[in-house]
């Protein structure tokens, strides 16, 4: 049997580059190796887990899910998904399995803490099964190999743990699955530090920037003289080297660090090169997403063809944990 592969993503707004590059480049790579069965799911369940617009959800899971097809998730190919049409066997799964762990594992999570300092009014049971919401999306397709930023490493120990005790005391088979690392996963900001993300103003380019205003964001990245005894390992400098080397290339990223130690950088070129290497990239996918939304009926009807596919599997699944726990059928 084909390793099988899931993924998922919370809709919250439209993906940036720094997704794109994190995981969404392992999905790809994933969907096109034969030796795994992939799917991926827009996890708008998890989103209800945090304070959110229940007004805008069903648009932000769609947007996702277009962004999905766009970046070239193939629905030939892979099972896509939005969770909650499969919300009645996930939900099911996630309190089944929420027998097996303790409160005090779960309030352990550094990603538990994390939310509870962000949202101190909103420390709730939805947030604290995060994650084993989490563990029932991969358990529910048995999936080993899970694509996803280093981040979400303390959630999939969950996962495996979840496995492990799901297996041992009811004799399930759950793979333990374990995280798919991908070549440009750390995707630095813009602005020198951190990582790229949506919710720091300014660190991040969109999949539906156009040339323009990729130029206008790399102007904004911190820079120095251009020349100096060592290359930087940290900071602006070093995340536009960074940025070379995904985009253009190795050899360009150590000709420019030649450059550095020897006869200085012109940053206005290097970003101005960089910026058009950007948008390369993005035109294809800026083109697929117009024409998916020229054609709605499509889009709903590969969502509910990712619906259909991914319920036989999920079902089949949850019939079995029902039965190895002493539930009726
Ligand atoms: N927790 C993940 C994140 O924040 C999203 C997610 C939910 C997920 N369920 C998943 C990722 C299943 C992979 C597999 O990014």
New binding site residues.
Partial sequence: MKKRV?????PTGRLHLGNYLG?AKGMLALQDDPDYETLF?V?DI?ATTTPYDAKTLQQSARDVFIDYLSIGLDPEKSAINI?SDLADVITQLSFYVSSVMTVARMQHLP?FKDKVKQHPDNVTMALLN??L??AA??LIYK?SK????I??EP??EV?REVARKMNEQFGMDFPEPTRFATKGEYVPSLLGEGKMSKSVEGSSIELNDDLDTIVAKLKKAPTDAGTGAAVPTSGGVANLFQFVELFQGEAKRREYEAAYTGSGVRYGDLKKELAQAIFDELRPIQKKRAELEANPDYVDRIIKEGADRSRVIAEATVAEVREKMGLRK
């Fill in positions: 899931l993924s998922g993503m919370r995981a799911t996890v998890h969770q990603t995060y994650p919401l989490m999306d991969i999936a899970v694509p996803v930023g981040d979400q959630h999939l996962a």
